[in-house]
């Protein structure tokens, strides 16, 4: 028998009880490995490291797993022994799930070979391995190991034991006696936030534990000023009975004053937790209550109070998705549509109520008839009716004012599912009783029935030419369905679950399906299957294509939404739900989403930054990506030594057999008639837009790392792994060479007037030279490899990206002016937007803290957004000369395309914005919620008087 880890203080032979004590490290191994974990546990101990490992051949009981869940909980890291035994063994892959449900930090240990990848933990097959076989070195591996333990080792112990705590309170049913108070909770609130990057992260408990604490204690310091304002009334009368009392007084009012600060702290610390915990909207309305007190009594409050609040506005402000809640139904909401015009929102309840809603959150309308939870809603293509599916085993018809105009009858099972064909002609349903009934419209006569699926019929879904339908069903299959002989045409099968939901793209050329097997296909109209996509943690409840085909949005029992490039990665993850997510579409338009939960609310959401391109044929690493001038072309370069051009829908025109081995660079020249590239052959070439060689700089002693044109294309500049960067004329002819690096130079940039350029080199240093090779500048403050440098558009500015993890801004003078927060990993790329006012950068991809991702800052390095999509590290990113696009360069052999909303960046402005206009804006975003929803506390619908001035669009 395989088990894992084990004892409290546990020596061979003993076994250990279940309680609650936080150790260093939980080790989960099969068996058969047995002696080398003891010989890991004797040196861990012999080193002060306090190991829990389960040393009994035991039968598995609900004592002993109490036990085990009791050492994993309590301890700081888990070690897992990868062998053939370890990874097939039942219960160390239900320790592992254990350790994930506590967000415990995982260290996979590789003993022996001999088993499947496909077997492997996909939680441990992220993670990097600590390689620990026969053939490997013990003392090396043991040293990495005990290294890996201690990374963030204050972080760790913290986590466990808040996470000791939070387990505690809520199996003493949430008892506010369990609560943090005080220091500990200002401690476990700050934690929570530097936490956000380290490993492990914060857990759905922890969080909410923090939260209610701070609740508690925000609530206590309510009824402490409620008490304080009774005894400054006091106070005041007593001031006019005596002068006597001044002192005592004015003692009482600083007191006051002292009070008043710490609950505007409080909520400030309030709102900062609310947001890490995936909480945005509603740490944006505590935000706002921090400000509005803080705005009253500017006069006295400390600078540091001053800016907790302003950073707790900015960083909700910042990362608030979702618009508004739609509150009113008493139980589940199973469904979610939007009407044609996007103006109106209808929902299904387990209530038995359909209600319809304006976007403003204001409840038009509650439709009452069904005598059972209401499954499906769904509106007309002229948006006059809406039909609503229910477990009563009907559907029926209704008008937008709530009126009801038929019932549908004749299914003998519960009806899951109800929608409209786009020609208005057809109303499908399907039922428990294992059939799709057809209704003719407008006369509701019903139509033969489709009859094929052998479980209940959960989801069906017309191609916008009404000629076909596809449902899903139980049975985990997907059938489609030809309209004119309704009969199966197709019936695909791969899932290994329940279907719930399928829908058609907008050029009925793919069909989507979400299964309860937590995966989503794509599979094209013949019924071929297209890719699998895997990412949610639970069931996928719900799918819907984007207006333009290009997105697909997923709904999820794990509570959370996920958009999906077609390519099959997750480019953004929405958080906010506090169960199952039932439903998830987008309007119409494009312009909103809205999602129903078995939280009993429905969200509207803003739509995400969005992939508009995903540039695929390269064969391996895409190393470089250039938006021409006039961005009618994109230009990109890889590891396999090709060149390629596409066009603005990412229509492949150009392919180039460029340089043997790889390519490090690709650039436009400023008049997008030609394009350079640079090699590891020594030399850089530059081409026309035809593929045809026009010259090869030819000179180098080693690899060109990088090519740069001066802005008027006279000059091209090269730098290269033989530590000298060389200016060039279009005919091939060394006009200049930059001597003064000691290391191999990664990139070489010209400054917007031509006048000076910027190398940056692996000597930890950046040079600004003049056209002459003079060195004016030497920029010293990185402490490793300078990977990237780029110049402001006003050439005022420089920002750099370094191995050490930093992002630096320099002025031109080589004055260091801001450090971006510190990166997990190595920095890799940093450029200016084309107006100045935002960075975005890149990062290596490895390790625990792997990050594949964009980060878009503005200067002063406040973090705006994070853009994913790419599944490893990306190399390059680039602003459109528009500001409106970013390309990125990625290891996973793509590039992408993505649009920018520039409003939610406009971040100049906004940093620079005063008290009054962040609560306006704040305000304006949360407004229609505080007067529309049922939800809230009647005092709160006040909360902006005052504040509001002008009623255009937050963002």
């Not at 939070?166 to 609130?189: C, I, M, P, V």
């Not at 250039?626 to 990109?636: E, G, H, I, N, R």
Request: proline share 4%; aromatic share 8%; with cysteine.
């Amino acid at each position: 028998m395989s088990t894992a880890s084990g004892a409290v203080d546990a020596q061979p032979g003993e076994n250990p009880a279940a309680e609650s004590r936080i150790n260093d490290v939980f080790i989960s191994y099969s068996r058969r490995d047995k002696e080398f974990v003891q010989r890991l546990d004797h040196d861990l101990r012999k080193l002060g490291r306090d190991p829990w490992v389960d040393w009994d051949d035991i039968k598995p009981s609900e004592d002993w797993w109490q036990a085990i869940e009791a050492g994993i909980e309590g301890a700081d890291t888990f070690i897992f022994i990868i062998s053939p035994d370890s990874v097939s063994s039942k219960v160390c892959r239900e320790e592992i799930e254990h350790a994930l449900k506590n967000s415990k930090r995982l260290i996979p240990v590789f003993l022996r070979e001999g088993f499947d990848m496909q077997e492997v933990h996909p939680a441990i097959s992220a993670h990097n391995w600590i390689f620990c076989r026969s053939t490997d070195d013990y003392q090396t591996a043991f040293q990495t190991l005990l290294t890996a333990i201690d990374s963030d080792l204050i972080h760790a112990k913290t986590h466990t034991r808040l996470l000791l705590r939070a387990n505690e309170w809520n199996k003493k049913n949430r008892n506010d006696s369990f609560l943090l108070h005080g220091t500990d909770l200002e401690e476990a609130e700050q934690w929570s936030v530097e936490g956000t990057k380290k490993e492990p992260k914060i857990n759905e408990l922890q969080a909410e534990y923090i939260n209610a604490s701070r609740k508690a204690e925000t609530e206590l310091h309510k009824n402490r000023i409620k008490l304080q304002r009774f005894a400054l009334t006091g106070i005041s009368v007593a001031l006019l009975a005596t002068i006597g009392l001044g002192l005592a007084a004015f003692q009482q009012w600083k007191r006051a004053e002292v009070v008043q600060e710490g609950q505007i702290n409080a909520l400030s610390r309030y709102s900062t937790a609310l947001f890490h915990s995936d909480h945005e909207f509603d740490a944006l309305i505590e935000a706002i209550r921090a400000g509005k007190q803080m705005k009253a009594q500017l006069t006295w409050m400390k600078s540091e109070t001053r800016n907790r609040v302003t950073s707790a506005l900015l960083d909700a402000f910042y990362g608030v998705k979702e618009r508004n809640r739609l509150i009113g139904h008493k139980d589940w909401v199973t469904d979610v549509s939007f009407s044609p015009d996007a103006k109106t929102v209808a929902t299904a309840s387990a209530d038995g109520t359909v209600c319809l809603w304006n976007l403003l959150g204001k409840r038009l309308a509650v439709l009452q008839g069904h005598e059972d939870y209401v499954t499906s809603v769904s509106f007309s293509p002229d948006g006059k009716t809406l039909a609503s599916a229910s477990r009563d085993k009907t559907v029926r018809i209704w008008s937008l004012t709530g009126k009801p105009l038929k019932v549908l009858k004749g299914h003998e099972g519960r009806v899951n599912t109800v929608s409209f064909s786009p020609d208005g002609k057809t109303l499908a349903s399907g039922s428990d009783d294992q059939s799709i009934r057809l209704w003719d419209l407008p006369s509701y006569k019903e139509l033969p029935n489709l009859i094929g699926h052998t479980g209940p019929v959960n989801s069906v879904s017309f191609s916008p030419d009404s000629k076909t339908l596809a449902s899903g069903s139980d049975d985990g299959t997907v059938i489609i369905w030809d309209m004119f002989f309704e009969k199966p045409s197709v019936n695909l099968t791969g899932h290994e679950g329940k279907v719930y939901r399928v829908q058609f793209s907008p050029d009925g050329q793919t069909i989507a399906s979400a299964s309860a097997d937590g995966t989503i296909k794509l599979w094209n109209r013949f019924g071929e299957p297209l890719r699998t996509f895997v990412g949610h943690k639970d069931e996928v409840n719900s799918i819907q294509f984007s207006p333009d085909g290009q997105t697909l949005l997923s709904g999820s029992s794990d509570k959370t939404i996920k958009f999906w490039n077609l390519s099959g990665k997750a480019f953004q993850t929405f958080k906010g739900h506090d169960d199952a997510v039932f439903s998830a579409v987008f309007s119409p338009d494009g312009q909103s989403i809205a999602s129903a939960s078995a939280d009993r609310t429905v969200k509207l959401w803003n739509p995400p930054l969005q992939v508009s391109q995903v540039l695929s044929g390269h064969k391996r690493e895409v190393t470089s990506v250039s938006f021409s001038p006039d961005q009618k072309l994109v230009a990109t370069a890889g590891d396999d030594g090709i060149a390629k051009l596409w066009d603005q829908n990412g229509k492949l025109l150009q392919t180039v057999v460029a340089h043997p081995g790889w390519i490090r660079q690709i650039t436009f020249s400023p008049n997008g008639k030609t394009f350079a590239t640079a090699g590891p052959d020594g030399s850089a070439k530059l081409w026309d837009l035809n593929g045809k060689l026009i010259q090869t700089f030819l000179g180098h002693e080693k690899n060109v790392n990088s090519v740069a044109f001066s802005p008027d294309g006279k000059t091209v500049a090269t730098a290269g792994e033989d530590t000298v960067a060389k200016l060039w004329d279009l005919e091939g002819r060394v006009i200049q060479i930059l001597v003064g690096h000691q290391s191999g130079v990664q990139r070489i940039k010209f400054s917007p007037d031509g006048q000076t350029i910027a190398t940056a080199s692996k000597d930890k240093t950046v040079i600004l030279w003049n056209r002459k090779g003079k060195i004016l500048h030497t920029l010293k403050e990185h402490g490793d490899w300078v990977n990237d440098v780029s110049f402001s558009p006003d050439g005022k500015k420089l920002v750099t990206a370094s191995t050490d993890g930093r992002i630096r801004v320099w002025s031109s003078t080589g004055k260091l002016l801001s450090t971006l927060p510190q990166q997990n990993n190595e920095a890799i790329s940093a450029s200016f937007s084309p107006d100045g006012q935002l960075i975005a950068t890149t990062n290596a991809s490895y390790g625990i803290d792997s990050d594949s991702a964009v980060k878009i800052w503005d200067i002063s390095g406040q973090l705006l957004q994070t853009l994913k999509g790419h599944n490893a590290e990306i190399s390059q990113v680039s602003f459109s000369p528009d500001g409106k696009m970013i390309a990125t360069a990625s290891a996973d052999q793509t590039a992408m395309i993505w649009k920018l909303t520039i409003d939610r960046l406009d971040n100049q402005r906004i940093r620079n914005l005063s008290l009054n206009e962040l609560l306006n804006r704040g305000c304006l975003w949360v407004d229609n919620y505080l007067h529309s929803s049922p939800d809230v506390e009647d005092g709160d619908r006040t909360l902006c008087e005052g504040i509001i001035q002008h009623k255009e669009t937050p963002h």
